[in-house]
């Protein structure tokens, strides 16, 4: 099993950035897919972003594409989520999601963290 705790959410201005922090439990971080989710008021929860585990190969959402980033550090277990030229509607608590490569869903999850991105 792995526990996950995100970090790094926040206020910020339209144009600004944040880096999200999800730190992994367990020794076997590596072993598993990590991704972003995110939920905004009102809204189903939605994909923002995955990395894969050796590779490292990476998918976005084509609505952060070319603006946020994903990106995983074994060595420390946290995966990151660098979000670059924020928009209002990238307000949403976003979680951390983890599964292992032989499960087709995403079963664990952090608590979530805010970001809102203000006009």
């Known amino acids: 099993q792995v526990q996950l705790v995100e970090s790094g959410g926040g206020l910020v201005q339209a144009g600004g950035s944040l880096r999200l922090s999800c730190a992994a439990s367990g020794r076997t971080f590596n072993n598993y897919h990590m991704a972003w989710f995110r939920q905004a008021p009102g809204k189903e929860r939605e994909f923002v972003a995955r990395?894969?585990?050796?590779?490292?190969?990476?998918n976005y959402a084509d609505s952060v594409k070319g603006r946020f980033t994903i990106s995983r550090d074994n060595a420390k277990n946290t995966v990151y989520l660098q979000m670059n030229s924020l928009k209002p509607e990238d307000t949403a608590i976003y979680y951390c999601?983890?599964?292992?490569?032989?499960?087709?869903?995403?079963?664990?999850w952090g608590q979530g963290t805010q970001v809102t991105v203000s006009s």
């Open positions: 990395i894969t585990t050796s590779s490292g190969d990476t």
């Open positions: 999601a983890a599964r292992l490569s032989v499960v087709p869903q995403y079963n664990y």
